[in-house]
């Protein structure tokens, strides 16, 4: 039996079987998850706006649907919280900045709209670093967000917020956006489950981007069935974001419950595995053991381009970003934080042959993995090589006491699927000493997000790492 | 090898701020040189790999699930 003080507790797929059942209420769900957030917030800082009215409306209007006999399918009456640079129709949508602080969005983003059609309640709308355009979630105009396993570490970024949300259970599930790692690094050392899919999977229309050639939209839950069942819902072409693909989406929870028999796993030890902290080295080797236990088999690699990748990574998100914000940064320099106008000041002085030699390495590394998935089915690496610093921290120590660059640091594994456009998801694998929570990556072929859910389903069901809760 | 001279000095920073219409205070230009000096280092050193790649053209979209390759029309 469960009280109305666990509800928040639920799990996408456990919540929306007891709606569909008519046994649990969607008022009766959001007033839990809005109740949990007035709880926590104070000490997380998940959210920029919380949405108590709008909330309530929507879940009341979800309820009488489905006493009218419409039920809309599984997340329907779910309480679901958007990164805030997502547009919502009516309510405002900051992405961060002070810059957007008063911007209320006349339309919502594709994205929201389709969550919104499929029923899902929009709790809030979660912090950021600002723009996107970092990793820590050390907002200097809305307060850094915390991590709820340790409220003195941070929560990644850039969406940090969402991440943080999903773990102390203040929604259901999130969307965050990702351009180098922003959905799966946020993943990783909050403990929740969030995919990067296929570039062109998902529209990007009306979502405040960073860089063009990478931003994905992507969900974060707790559970790989969770993120299924986001994806089918915003996943697809959409005719108002040219870049989206032509593509049939599968139906994604089909490829739950198969387990891994058969899937061949690719390592890349001389890159993945090379500058790693020891906890997450020996968490993710056990996690690709694990996978061989089900019958999984792993087949080493070498890539011989892979090394270029961060050089590439740091070109093309510093110029894309300094292009798009290239009037402001003129007009109103003194609203961005230090950190993000130092930033866009830096791609302001790429020169324009390197930013196309990046763009040209990208298909370079993303052809060489092409070929590398006529061997292999997937590939696991850590999602990123050290577990939460610090709120504040500019640096980071990997190994042998030597600091090194945050954002450099963060995004070394995150950056190859998010340069080369493949999907990758990251799962909860274990954690360190310090009870801090450690994610793997999964890198799939294009537009196979349907195995990476496989993947990550069938590790889900042979551990409970995704199950442990924060101490709040 | 990386050059003895660094390759970004706060004197470039400065002509090309100026070039670009970008006001920023003269105390940042050579924090920007520095930052910028380490890396177009290794981007440079990237271009001039990818330069030998003639074949290479700037594509990183899928449309083609098949075969992964072929771009959008």
């Known amino acids: ?472 | 090898m990386k050059d003895s001279q660094p390759t970004v000095t706060e004197a470039a920073v400065g002509y090309f701020l100026r070039a670009a219409s970008l006001q920023v205070p003269e105390g940042r230009h050579a924090l920007l040189a520095e930052q910028l000096a380490a890396l177009f280092d290794d981007a440079n050193e990237l271009s001039r790999k990818v330069a030998e790649r003639p074949e290479l053209v700037p594509a990183v979209r899928f449309h083609h699930p098949e075969t992964g390759f072929e771009e959008r029309e």
């Open chain 1, 1 to 472: 039996m469960i009280t109305v003080t666990e509800l928040h507790e639920l799990t996408i797929s456990e919540a929306s079987s007891l709606i569909e059942r008519r046994e649990l209420s969607p008022v009766e769900l959001t007033e839990a998850v809005l109740h949990r957030i007035d709880a926590v917030e104070d000490k997380v800082n998940a959210y920029i706006t919380v949405l108590h009215d709008e909330a309530r409306h929507a879940a009341k209007a979800a309820e009488q649907m489905i006493a009218a006999g419409y039920y809309l399918g599984a997340l329907h009456g779910i309480p679901i919280a958007l990164k805030d640079n997502i547009y919502t129709r009516g309510v405002r949508t900051t992405a961060g900045s002070k810059i957007l602080a008063d911007f209320i969005p006349t339309e919502d983003a594709t994205v929201a709209i389709r969550l919104k059609q499929a029923g899902a309640i929009i709790v809030g709308k979660t912090n950021m670093h600002e723009f996107a355009w970092g990793g820590t979630t050390d907002n200097p105009h809305y307060g850094a967000t915390r991590n709820p396993w340790d409220l003195s570490r941070f929560p990644a970024g850039s969406s940090g917020g969402s991440g943080a949300a999903v773990a102390a259970r203040e929604c259901l599930g999130a969307l965050g956006t990702d351009t180098g790692g922003s959905i799966r690094l946020p993943s990783a050392v909050n403990g929740v489950t969030g995919i990067r899919p296929t570039i062109g999977r998902v529209s990007n229309y009306n979502v405040v981007p960073l860089a063009w050639s990478m931003d994905t939209v992507g969900p974060m839950c707790r559970t790989a069935r969770d993120v299924a069942i986001m994806l089918q819902v915003i996943a697809g072409p959409d005719p108002l974001d040219p870049g989206t693909a032509s593509v049939p989406v599968p139906d994604y929870l089909s490829y739950l419950g198969r387990g891994a028999e058969g899937i061949r796993i690719g390592v890349v030890p001389d890159y993945f595995f090379d500058h790693l902290q020891p906890a997450v080295e020996a968490a993710v080797r056990a996690a690709i053991e694990e996978l061989e236990r089900l019958g999984a088999t792993v087949i080493e690699l070498s890539l011989e381009h892979i090394h270029g990748n961060i050089s590439a990574q740091l070109t093309v998100e510093s110029c894309e970003p300094s292009a798009y914000h290239q009037k402001w940064l003129r007009e109103r320099s003194q609203d961005y934080g230090d950190d993000v106008r130092i930033l866009l000041e830096r791609g302001e002085l790429y020169l324009a042959t390197q930013y196309i030699q990046a763009q040209r390495y990208r298909t370079l590394l993303r052809n060489e993995f092409m070929e590398a998935f006529r061997r292999v089915d997937v590939f696991i690496c850590p999602t990123l090589p050290f577990v939460a610093t610090p709120v504040g921290a500019m640096t980071v120590v990997i190994e042998g006491g030597r600091e090194e660059d945050m954002l450099s640091a963060i995004m070394q594994f995150t950056g190859v699927p998010s340069l080369t456009g493949l999907p990758a998801i990251s799962v909860p694998c274990g954690f360190s000493k310090e009870r801090l929570p450690i994610g793997m990556q999964i890198i799939g072929r294009p537009f196979d997000e349907g195995t990476l859910l496989r993947v990550a389903d069938a590790y889900q069901a042979i551990t409970t790492w995704h199950e442990e809760t924060p101490p709040l």
